[in-house]
C-alpha cells in the first residue's frame, strides 16, 4: 500500500492464516497465544473503554480472507471505533 495514516491505535489484532489447514488464529497486540474470535470485542473494548478516539489497527496478509477482515471491521462499526487497516508499504 502506498497510503499513510496519522492515528496512532491502542490496540492491534492480527489474523494469521493457515490455508493449508483453510483455519485462521488472531492474537491481540502481538501475542503469540491465539484468541477466539468471540474473546476479541470484549478485549478490544476493554483496552479503548476510556480513549478519546479508539482506534484499532488489524494485521493480515494478502492471504488472509477478506470475510476475516470484514468480520473485525464490524466490530469496530457496532463500538463506534475507528480501524486501521494495516498493510506493507510498497
Not at 502506498?2 to 494469521?16: D, F
Not at 492464516?17 to 483455519?23: I, Q, S
Not at 480513549?51 to 463500538?79: C, G, Q, R
Amino acid at each position: 500500500s502506498t497510503g499513510q495514516v496519522t492515528a496512532k491505535a491502542t490496540v492491534s489484532v492480527s489474523i494469521k492464516h493457515y490455508p493449508e489447514r483453510g483455519t485462521v488464529s488472531y492474537h491481540i497486540n502481538g501475542d503469540q497465544t491465539p484468541v477466539s474470535f468471540d474473546e476479541i470485542e470484549p478485549a478490544v473494548c476493554e483496552v479503548l473503554a476510556e480513549e478519546d478516539d479508539p482506534t484499532f489497527s488489524i494485521y493480515a496478509d494478502e492471504t488472509v480472507p477478506v470475510k476475516e477482515v470484514v468480520a473485525l471491521m464490524n466490530i469496530a462499526k457496532h463500538n463506534h471505533f475507528k480501524v486501521i487497516m494495516a498493510t506493507s508499504p510498497e
